[in-house]
């Protein structure tokens, strides 16, 4: 232990410059796993993409069959491989881009 820690005039220790880059690689394996979205997350670009969806198919639909639609596409979207993969495969930057986008096909565009 006494090689990754030297001592400073003082006494108190330092730690060494291979302790440090260690430190560092481990926080940036720890941002990198940040990245990633959280169930919640997933279930918000789930209801996000249904609402846009169903905007498009039905702009004039009452609120009622807009919430029909909603579930119907939620379904349906929830049996897809690639939302069952969303903590996984999704990034961060990814489900800013989703949630800001305007239209389902831009939504898609930021997930590819």
């Known amino acids: 232990m ?15 410059v291979s302790l440090c880059l260690v430190l560092t690689a481990a926080l ?13 997350q997933c279930d918000e670009l789930l209801a ?3 609402e846009l969806v169903v905007k498009e198919k039905m702009p004039t639909a009452e ?6 639609e909603q579930a119907r596409e939620r379904e349906e979207a929830a049996r897809d491989d690639n939302f069952k993969n969303c ?4 990034r961060a930057s990814e489900y800013r881009c989703a949630m800001a986008a305007p239209t389902a096909d831009t939504f898609i565009k930021c997930l590819e």
């Open 48 to 50: 996000r993409f249904a």
């Open 87 to 90: 903590t996984t495969e999704l």
């Open 2 to 16: 006494h090689a990754l820690v030297t001592r400073r005039r003082h006494g108190r220790p330092l730690l060494s």
């Open 63 to 68: 609120a009622e069959v807009v919430k029909k």
């Open 28 to 40: 940036a394996g720890l941002s990198a796993c940040r990245d990633r979205v959280d169930r919640s």
